[in-house]
């Protein structure tokens, strides 16, 4: 075991720096891959060129492969990485918390909550009123269902409160949502914005989405980088870490914050993304240890390059718009199981 | 029909028998002879789609005395062309078939896509059901509306209706601005190619459905990307709030969007979407407002 982790360690830095470079490699791939018929070298030519800060040409014709590259596929390409990462840090965030290899994200009900708020919207026909107001909409539902979180369960209650919690408002979020779409099912066209939004997309998400949560999604990766030492020590079981000095409240509200705020960020600008947050942080625990000093910057590194190539695939096969949100789930259920299955004892040790 | 708590197991089966073969058995057939048309004239009508609601309205007062029931949509203004039409007596009924059974409606114009629970369960009750199926574009109109009327007795009146909307068309599709301009519908990713409403529209305006160019039939989801790089020359969009003219300057200052030739020469075009949505006499106004923003129709620039 202890070989194992010290193994896993002299890894890491390799580790991270191939995990960097595929999340380069996946980002060049996503600007010159698309159905826009763009010519890879073009591509490269024209972000280079903005990058020294020319403007948009005046041509027509280079202006529309400018709008392309410039407007549509780097910009997304960004905003994946950012939900990549901020889902992959969330997921080794709370399976830390709450000690359990199972856990992910969702269980804290804040993309429940930022759901039922962005359909709330749809049903009202807000969201005509500005491409920003769908991700404000996300961004309150997740906040509130936060602020439910901490009233109930807390920090005077115990994980096992806080995890039940979470679930109940997640199911009494779905629930809504379904409700709404079940008194407007006559409405086809809200039900094709909500089950498109519900699958989760980067399709039309521009510089003011990635501009939009930034901040938020920065906030969130550095509030759980502090806590590394504090949910590593936690993994001793609460007693102990309370013993050598944690104060256990604080961790756990800090930890379902900094959560929360990645995870709402998330659904707001780019809808639900499912399994990133669960299986990204299991990879990185069988390749660097359960360390969160390795395990949450990793976590960010390889759920950033897995959205980013999920999301350039989706969009390099035939003229069809597939939903990432169905593919991560497509692809990690059975790699999940495969993971499970190949390596099921030994995560059983990693968790102990 | 059905057996009392005392009768004999074998009269029983025999009821049960009976009971399933009525279950079995079809909607009737629709009425041919002249002596039909007459029973076909006495039924009540029952309408759960927003074209039958349409149509039945505009087939004329004796058809709509006997509707007793019509679609939910019936008043909504993003689908219905007859908004506020149907007497508030009628009642807005939104599928559920316990509340239809009680009306006993004569005949229930359904479409292919209400659940097949609630069609069979009319059937079942003795309320036949007409299922309007394929909604894409002039030729399903005119069979639709064919057949509502004479499963409502208003053959003449069916074929009246028919005759307007081909002389309306025949007038627009006089002088057609030519050359055919390319373009393409849009909403929330999805786009309008061959065998939908809004194909057979384009054509009568005079457009390119750009879309079924590319072999795209129905409707489907593209990615935005796809669309910016065919650059079309009018994008048409459906209106939202506050207004058409809104959207449209919305739309034309998307990102990506805003390069191409629709976002930089005006050929951003916000239909309401009861004229851009409609399977019926909505796509003669959706024809009738596309062929007046017509490029070509444009003051050439001084």
């Known amino acids: ?352 | 029909m059905t057996s009392s708590p005392t009768a004999p197991p074998r009269r029983r089966g025999a009821a049960l028998v009976a009971l399933a073969l009525l279950a079995c058995s079809g909607p009737p057939r629709a009425p041919a002879s002249s002596d039909e048309e007459a029973v076909a004239r006495g039924r009540t009508l029952a309408s759960q789609t927003v074209l039958s609601d349409e149509v039945l309205w505009e087939l004329g007062p004796a058809v709509r005395d006997r509707v007793v029931a019509v679609s939910v949509m019936a008043d909504d203004p993003r689908y219905s062309a007859v908004v506020d039409r149907w007497p508030e007596a009628v009642p807005r009924l939104a599928g559920t078939s316990e509340a239809l059974l009680a009306l006993k409606p004569g005949y229930t114009f359904v479409a292919s896509f209400t659940s097949a629970e609630a069609r069979a369960l009319l059937d079942r009750h003795g309320a036949p059901t007409h299922v309007l199926d394929g909604f894409t574009g002039f030729a399903d109109y005119r069979r639709h509306v064919g057949d509502i009327a004479r499963l409502a007795g208003a053959e003449q009146a069916g074929r009246a209706l028919v005759e307007r909307f081909d002389g309306e068309l025949a007038r627009l599709s006089r002088d057609v601005p030519t050359p055919a301009v390319g373009l393409v519908s849009y909403n929330e990713g999805v786009i309008a190619g061959r065998d939908t409403s809004f194909h057979d529209v384009a054509l009568a305006a005079g457009f390119r459905n750009i879309a079924a160019e590319h072999e795209i039939t129905g409707h489907r989801s593209i990615s935005d990307e796809l669309l910016v790089s065919w650059d079309p020359a009018v994008i048409v969009i459906p209106c939202g709030p506050p207004s058409c003219d809104a959207s449209e300057r919305a739309f034309a200052q998307r990102p990506g969007f805003s390069a191409t030739r629709a976002a930089r020469e005006g050929g951003v075009i916000a239909l309401p979407p009861d004229n851009l949505y409609s399977v019926g006499r909505g796509m003669i106004a959706a024809v009738t407002a596309l062929r007046r923003r017509h490029p070509s129709l444009r003051s050439p620039a001084p």
């Open chain 1, 1 to 352: 075991m202890i070989a194992s982790h010290h193994a896993a360690r002299a890894r890491h830095p390799a580790l991270g720096t191939l995990l960097a470079l595929s999340l380069l490699a996946a980002l060049a791939l996503a600007v010159v891959v698309g159905p826009g018929g763009v010519a890879p070298r073009d591509a490269l030519q024209l972000i280079a060129r903005r990058l020294v800060g020319a403007g948009p040409p005046t041509d027509p014709d280079v202006a529309l492969v400018d709008a392309i590259v410039w407007s549509l596929r780097l910009p997304r390409a960004l905003l994946a990485a950012l939900v990549g990462a901020a889902l992959g840090v969330a997921g080794a965030l709370t399976q830390g918390l709450f000690r359990n290899p199972m856990a992910e994200p969702g269980v804290l009900g804040v993309s429940s909550g930022a759901a039922v708020a962005a359909v709330l919207g749809f049903s009202l026909g807000l969201d005509a009123l500005g491409l920003w107001v769908t991700p404000a909409l996300s961004a309150v539902g997740a906040i509130g269902i936060l602020l439910a979180l901490l009233a109930l369960a807390g920090t005077r209650h115990g994980i096992a409160t806080l995890l039940l919690a979470g679930v109940a408002l997640a199911a009494l979020c779905s629930a809504l949502t379904t409700l709404m779409l079940a008194l407007a099912s006559e409405r086809w066209d809200l039900g094709l914005k909500v089950v498109r939004w519900l699958m989760g997309s980067f399709e039309g998400r521009s510089w003011d989405h990635l501009a939009g949560a930034l901040a938020p999604a920065a906030l969130g990766l550095l509030a759980g980088a502090w806590l590394r030492r504090d949910l590593d020590t936690l993994q001793l079981g609460a007693d102990t870490a309370r013993s050598l000095g944690v104060r256990l409240e604080r961790v756990q509200l800090l930890t379902i914050l900094s959560a929360a705020i990645l995870v709402g960020t998330s659904t707001a600008v780019a809808g639900v993304i499912g399994f990133v947050g669960l299986i990204v942080p299991h990879v990185v625990r069988m390749l660097a240890g359960p360390g969160h000093r390795r395990l949450l910057p990793l976590s960010g590194l390889l759920g950033a390059s897995l959205v980013v190539l999920v999301d350039t695939g989706s969009r390099a096969f035939g003229d069809r718009s597939l939903p990432p949100g169905v593919i991560t789930s497509l692809l990690g259920a059975p790699f999940f199981l495969w993971i499970l299955r190949r390596h099921g004892r030994r995560l059983d040790h990693l968790d102990r």
